[in-house]
Structure formats: structure tokens, C-alpha cells
């Protein structure tokens, strides 16, 4: 990122440039960085308060020779003014994210449109080649609604119910009709709210019960009406101006010798005191180094995607697209390291000392699944990524072709308890149904039948 920071701080002087990260935490380093190198640096993210972003992206508006640094929160939205140059650091994760900021430049007459790639690692290099391949092949994201959302039908019940105070148990159906919200296990959702206390039933009519007001009573039923969620934050203070906030408390908790001190808005701030009740944390400008930290991490690459860096891999050079001296090497690298992992229109089966390895290139979702469908064949003690799961090693090749050959059934992930916490109203439905209803999600089914339909190629790399 320091380097990163360099570059950004020589290309384009007298410019405006917005540099997009994907990530808080990047963001803050980034701007710290180039403010370091006395570049004219302003912020925009999620975590900086609404004033603290107004206040930079209405002063890079009226500026020149600028950056701003943001996350997704400029893909849309504000015109920022007159932009001349839009830089990515590493590879959005989708190719609709890249056109939104793509689209951000050549507004102007006489302009182009333009977005220039800084990869802070190889590996980034064939992601943003891989995106970029699916771009210049007119490929985007179809918009496709979330799989399976029954917590939404469970909250829209209890809505109902405290919307209208009672609603009837046979009759409740009638304010959806036929939206596909409401599953064959609608009534099955509305049985375990009954059954559990979310709601109470007097005679034939049901009203909002103890459970709910338990779970999602608090402020004025606040947490049932929003169905989106986020993290416990501290909100952080100079004085009486709101700076932004902190997600993760971890930051602020943890033993360390010396002060504390926050990295918000690209500057450093010494924490004072922290009310721990209210989730405020009271800060003053410091000259020492700063941290920042949020949490949470990022999910896998799509199947598309991750077939985009495949085709890169196997020679495609994406058209509208110029690499670097540097970047084309790294490709090359990336093409002789990987030419043993990649077949055109088939999938391959490594064999080494110790490894039997399957190159998918399906993505995470996929190779999730792939895990859960294949047991006999596929290690179930390792982290899936995009492009390769790790097989038993002591599978011969003969029972593996077998295996593939005659096992017709594709399985969903298996979650734990504790995966349902993230879906939001997971408590109004009954336990089976909500993991099923993540395992579903976490799965691709489609791509994996169409992944099993390919033909497979064994290479043994140590021969």
C-alpha cells in the first residue's frame, strides 16, 4: 500500500483522481500514506460520518490537483465534478462494481473514459485480468434476488401482525397473494411463530407475542422494521464533531503499552475516553502513527470470474485493455506457473508427492459445493478458494472417475448452528429451516452440474 501510495502521488499531477479500495481499512492507510507525501487527500467511506464525507467530497469538487480515496460509497450517487482519472487498487469483485466507477470518468467533452489498475500482489494481477477479460467480452452480473428468503417472509409476518396489532390465522395469506416470498414452507413459518411466542393466537386471530418483543422490541420494534443489519459500532468524537465509527471494539479493548490511537478520516486520533455503555469514544489529533481496523471479511470470486482468469491464463488478452511492462510479466509468470492446472474446455486432476489436487476454476460457491457432494473424494479439513480443491491423496484415478461418473445427487453446503447468526431474523424461523435456507445460499448448484458435464484431464507433475 506505501508503494501504491507513491505511484498514486506521481501519476497525473495537476489532476483529479479517485482512487477506489475495497475496504475500510485500505482506505485509511491509503489516504494516510498520500496526505504523508503532501498529495491534497480526502476520504469517503461508510464508517466516516455523514457530515465528515460531505465535507470531502464537496471540497474535491471544488479542487484540482486532488485525490479522493473511497469504497463503494462513490460508485453511485454525488457527482464529485470534473474527474480525470479513476484508479483501482487491486480488482473490484464484480464486473457491475467496475463499470459504476469506470462510468465515473469521460463526462466531459473531448474526454475518455479510463480506469488504471494498481495490483498490490501477483495473485491480483490475474484477478483484474479475469474481470477485465468478462468485461471486454460484454459479460456482467445478471441481477438475480437472494435465494430462499424466509426469515424476510417470518419478519414480514410479525410486521403484519404489529402493523395492523392482529391479523388472521387463516386469512393473513391474502395481503401477499402469489409473491414468491411465501414458499411451501410459509405455513410451516407461521406454526413455529405461533408454536414459540412470537405470536399469540386468540381464537382465530394472532397478534404480536412476548418472543418478539424480546428478540426485536427494543426501540420501538426498530430492529424488526429495518431488515438489513450491521455490527455494534463506536461512534467516534472530537469534541462535539462526529468523525466516523469504529466496528470492531477489538481495537479499542485490546492490552497495549501507550496510547491508543485511531486511524478515521486519513488522520491519526489519541483515544481519550471510551463510554463503553453509549458506544462512543471520545478522540484528540495525534501526531503518532495511527491504526485501522474493521472487521469482517470478504466472500469467494463468482464462477464467471473466476473462468475469466482461466481464459486468461490459457492466452486471452482482454481487448481495450494495456498491461504494463511490469504487469505483462507477472502474466507470464502467472501462465507458466499455472500451465499445468488449466485445459481448455475441461477441468484437471493433479497428481504430486503427497497431492492430489482437482482445478476446478469454478469459484468459492462452487467448490463449497463440489465439498459437500463429493465426500469420499474430496479433503474436508481445508479452507475453499476459487480454483482448486485438494482431493484424498490415496484416491486412484480409476475410483475417482467413478465417483464422478456415478454420483448424480449435488448437495448443499453443510453450515453449523452458529453460520445462521449472520441471517438476519434467523431466530423467527424454525432451526432446520434456516440453516438450510444459508446452506442454500452458500451453494451453485447450476454451475457445478455444468461443471460435472466437462471432460477431465490428469496431469502428474512430477513426471
Not at 9 to 18: D, I, N, P, S, V
Not at 56 to 84: M, P
Not at 220 to 234: G, M, N, Q
Amino acid at each position: 500500500m506505501d508503494n501504491a501510495a507513491t505511484v498514486v502521488a506521481a501519476l497525473h499531477k495537476g489532476e483529479k483522481r479517485l482512487v477506489f479500495v475495497d475496504s475500510r481499512r485500505r482506505a485509511e492507510e491509503l489516504g494516510a500514506a498520500l496526505r504523508a507525501r503532501e498529495v491534497t487527500t480526502f476520504l469517503s467511506h461508510s464508517s466516516l460520518s455523514a457530515d465528515e464525507r460531505r465535507r470531502s467530497e464537496q471540497a474535491f469538487a471544488d479542487a484540482r490537483d486532488c485525490v479522493i480515496v473511497a469504497t463503494s460509497t462513490l460508485e453511485l450517487g454525488i457527482d464529485v465534478g470534473d474527474l480525470d482519472r479513476v484508479l483501482q487498487i487491486d480488482a473490484p469483485r464484480t464486473v457491475a462494481s467496475f463499470l459504476q466507477r469506470l462510468g465515473r470518468t469521460g463526462r466531459r467533452p473531448g474526454s475518455t473514459r479510463n480506469c488504471l489498475f494498481l495490483c498490490l500482489e501477483e495473485s491480483a494481477v490475474l484477478s483484474a485480468a479475469g474481470l477485465l477479460e468478462r468485461w471486454a467480452a460484454g459479460w456482467v452480473e445478471p441481477i438475480v434476488a437472494p435465494a430462499h428468503p424466509r426469515h424476510i417472509a417470518a419478519q414480514q409476518m410479525l410486521a403484519l401482525a404489529l402493523q395492523e396489532s392482529k391479523i388472521g390465522t387463516h386469512t393473513w395469506q391474502e395481503w401477499w397473494g402469489d409473491l414468491p416470498l411465501f414458499d411451501e414452507h410459509r405455513d410451516e413459518i407461521f406454526s413455529h411463530l405461533l408454536a414459540e411466542g412470537f405470536l399469540e393466537r386468540d381464537g382465530a386471530m394472532a397478534f404480536i407475542g412476548p418472543e418478539a418483543e424480546k428478540k426485536f422490541g427494543r426501540r420501538y420494534f426498530s430492529d424488526l422494521l429495518a431488515v438489513f443489519s450491521a455490527p455494534p459500532e463506536f461512534t467516534v468524537l472530537a469534541g462535539r464533531d462526529e468523525i466516523g465509527r469504529v466496528g470492531d471494539d477489538i481495537l479499542l479493548a485490546e492490552n497495549q503499552d501507550g496510547p491508543r490511537v485511531l486511524l478515521l478520516a486519513g488522520r491519526a486520533w489519541k483515544v481519550g475516553y471510551v463510554d463503553w455503555k453509549r458506544r462512543r469514544c471520545f478522540v484528540e489529533p495525534s501526531d503518532l502513527p495511527g491504526r485501522a481496523k474493521w472487521g469482517g471479511g470478504e466472500g469467494g470470486l463468482s464462477f464467471a470470474l473466476t473462468r475469466g482468469q482461466r481464459s486468461v491464463l490459457l492466452g486471452t488478452e482482454p481487448a481495450g485493455v494495456r498491461f504494463t511492462r511490469r504487469a505483462a510479466s507477472v502474466l507470464a509468470d502467472l501462465r507458466e506457473k499455472h500451465a499445468g492446472h488449466i485445459a481448455d474446455e475441461a477441468t484437471v486432476f493433479t497428481r504430486s508427492v503427497g497431492d492430489l489436487r482437482w482445478w476446478t476454476w469454478a469459484g468459492t460457491a462452487a467448490n463449497r459445493t463440489l465439498q459437500a457432494s463429493f465426500p469420499r473424494i474430496i479433503d474436508p479439513r481445508q479452507r475453499i478458494g476459487d480454483h482448486s480443491l485438494r482431493l484424498l491423496p490415496e484416491i486412484s484415478k480409476s475410483d475417482l472417475l467413478t465417483e464422478l461418473s456415478t454420483h448424480a445427487v449435488v448437495k448443499s453446503p453443510d453450515v453449523s448452528k452458529s453460520a445462521v447468526n449472520g441471517l438476519k431474523f434467523s431466530a423467527a424461523l424454525p432451526e432446520a429451516l434456516a440453516i438450510e435456507t444459508v446452506a442454500e445460499r452458500l451453494s451453485d448448484r447450476p454451475h457445478v452440474q455444468a461443471l460435472l458435464s466437462e471432460r477431465h484431464t490428469f496431469v502428474d507433475l512430477d513426471n
